[in-house]
């Protein structure tokens, strides 16, 4: 991974992109530049076969606080519109196909909340404070957060977050289901448990692991009928994968498989 101004890159443990948010300062507000990093780093680590799967992490005190508050200010509705302003920020959710854990302590506010919910596996610490506060600002979430909140908590318990601004806690995003885990610990315990995640993940057939995020993602868009003959589809694909017989033999011989990626 190339060096970056606003975030850290590293791959502590095999198969496993880190990707460290890296603007303490402002509480890793997410900034253009920032984001164009971020999203170079993602990337980076999805065209890498080395790589199976990548987490985004903050620090003990900020994920992050939120869209670049100082950068929106002054900006017009032509600026906005004819730049098409926070449209970069569906790369992650659009383009990027291995899967993506947030691991989130502290602050996870506004457009920090919705990268968090952008991210395929969500895990937290019991502090971590999430919310949309946008309209305490004067506008409402502009990357996805009253679809994504929505569809996590249902329909009431994100009307009431997002018209009153008010904070829940990584507790309450485990009880909600918005968090897959609530690590107990700080950054450190949170992100043991991430590496674990990640590790299992990548430590699979590459080509088996990105169809079961496809599919997944595709129950969020698809009726249900057209969901399960989607998944079907792909699932009769993969008897056309090397890694199909790898493992089916493998577990027919009692031994390890040894993936080929393909
Ligand atoms: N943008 C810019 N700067 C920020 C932001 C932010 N979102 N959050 C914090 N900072 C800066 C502060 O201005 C401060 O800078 P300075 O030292 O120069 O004054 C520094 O970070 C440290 O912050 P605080 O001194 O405020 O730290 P505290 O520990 O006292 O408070 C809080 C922490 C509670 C998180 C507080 O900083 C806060 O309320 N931040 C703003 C949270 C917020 O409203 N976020 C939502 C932003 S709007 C948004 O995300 C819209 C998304 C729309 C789609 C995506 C668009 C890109």
């Known amino acids: ?17 880190l990707i460290t948010l890296n603007r303490p300062k402002a509480l890793n507000a997410l900034c253009t530049p920032l984001f164009k990093e971020l999203n170079e780093a993602l990337s980076t680590y999805d065209n890498d076969q080395s790589i199976g799967a990548i987490i985004i992490t903050g620090s003990e005190k900020a994920f992050a606080a939120g869209a670049d508050i100082k950068e929106m200010a002054p900006k017009t509705f032509a600026a906005a519109y004819n730049e098409n302003f926070i449209a970069p920020w569906s790369h992650l959710a659009n383009t990027i196909r291995k899967p993506v854990i947030a691991a989130v302590s502290g602050y996870a506010l506004g457009g920090g909340c919705e990268l968090a919910l952008m991210c395929d596996i969500l895990y937290c610490t019991e502090k971590a404070t999430f919310g949309q506060p946008e309209i305490k600002l004067g506008t409402i979430p502009g990357a996805g957060g009253s679809q994504r909140l929505t569809r996590a908590v249902g329909k009431s318990k994100a009307m009431e977050l997002i018209l009153t601004g008010k904070n829940f806690s990584g507790k309450e995003a485990g009880e909600w289901g918005v968090a897959a885990k609530v690590v107990e610990g700080g950054q450190e315990a949170l992100l043991e448990e991430a590496f674990k995640t990640a590790e299992t993940i990548a430590g699979y057939s590459r080509v088996a692991v990105v169809a079961g995020k496809e599919v997944v993602n595709k129950s969020q868009e698809l009726s249900l009928k057209e969901g399960v003959e989607y998944e079907r589809r792909l699932f009769h694909a993969l008897f056309g994968s090397k890694d199909q017989k790898i493992g089916m033999t493998a577990f027919a011989e009692k031994k390890k498989p040894e993936w080929s990626h393909e």
Request: net charge neutral.
């Open 1 to 17: 991974a190339g060096s970056y101004e606003h975030i850290l890159t590293s791959t502590p443990k095999p198969g496993v992109g």
